[in-house]
């Protein structure tokens, strides 16, 4: 069974950061495309970032470009999202995502959920 579970959202002050984790299990972690996408209240779900399977290719959104890095521990089976310079639009609901996927590409489709965490950003 398939299970994304994130963590490390939370309450912070414009400019501050915080760091995102994705806990997997149930798949082998090392075969698939993650990818952080988020929510915000009354909005459609974006992409935020994407990484390949070895993390040795990333993809942002235009918006958190220079301030968002994606990173994973395979090891580990998690996947990060390190938010710098957080600003009062990042306030939303993140998702991290999972896909199966041949190469080391990155993707913007994918077909595993998490049931996300919040982050809000006070200004």
């Known amino acids: 069974q398939v299970q994304l579970v994130e963590s490390g959202g939370g309450l912070v002050q414009a400019g501050g950061s915080l760091r995102l984790s994705c806990a997997t299990s149930g798949f082998s972690f090392s075969n698939y495309a993650m990818g952080w996408f988020r929510q915000g209240s009354e909005k459609e779900r974006e992409f935020v970032a994407g990484?390949?399977?070895?993390?040795?290719?990333?993809d942002y959104a235009d918006s958190v470009k220079g301030r968002f890095t994606a990173s994973r521990h395979n090891a580990e089976n998690t996947m990060y999202l390190q938010m710098n310079n957080l600003k009062p639009e990042d306030t939303a609901v993140y998702y991290c995502?999972?896909?199966?996927?041949?190469?080391?590409?990155?993707?913007?489709?994918?077909?595993?959920w998490g049931q996300g965490t919040q982050v809000t950003v006070s200004s």
């Open positions: 995502a999972a896909r199966y996927i041949i190469g080391e590409v990155t993707t913007r489709n994918y077909n595993f």
């Open positions: 990484i390949s399977r070895s993390g040795g290719r990333t």
